[in-house]
């Protein structure tokens, strides 16, 4: 029903959905006048895979196959833990997601960068910690919104 709850929850959601655009939509509907939704993702963008892509390397959270995280993955093979995808279909810049928002009647209160805490090598956590103060450059984005309309 519309109209029902004062928040709405999504974390480490959006990336996983075929149509985002009617996630935010029906998320929308069922939030009060004022109501906020507080949503995590990965960031496409973050700082190591802006390296990754110079080098000519998958960027992380994307994975072209369905079968092995493994293809395009380069040199970090050796690092992944298992092979099984983690099925992200949708990536976000936070350009695209502020904008995705907006279209569907959120207005953006905050955004937060966090740091990507599985995988990496304990040497490179300070410097992912250190990202989180950029967060176009951060792992994940965490962001609170407020329905307008």
């Known amino acids: ?58 960027p992380l959270f994307l994975e072209p196959s369905t079968r092995s995280k493994l293809v395009g993955a380069g040199f ?13 279909i949708r990536i976000f810049t936070l350009e695209a997601l502020k904008d995705l928002l907006e279209m569907n009647g959120f207005k953006i209160l905050k955004v937060r960068g966090t740091i990507f805490d599985e995988g990496f090598p304990k040497w490179i956590l300070p410097i992912d910690k250190f990202f989180n103060a950029f967060p176009t450059l951060a792992s994940h984005f965490v962001i609170l919104a407020k329905k307008y309309n």
């Not at 970090?76 to 992200?88: A, D, E, I, N, R």
Request: some cysteine; aromatic content about 12%.
């Open 76 to 88: 970090l093979k050796k690092f992944k833990k298992g092979t099984q995808p983690v099925g992200h």
């Open 1 to 58: 029903k519309a109209n029902q709850f004062d928040i709405a929850y999504a974390g480490e959601v959006i990336e996983h959905l075929y149509n985002p655009d009617l996630f935010l939509e029906e998320t929308n509907k069922i939030l009060k006048k004022g109501g906020y939704l507080i949503l995590s993702t990965p960031n496409l963008c973050a700082w190591y895979n802006r390296i990754l892509m110079s080098l000519g390397i998958q």
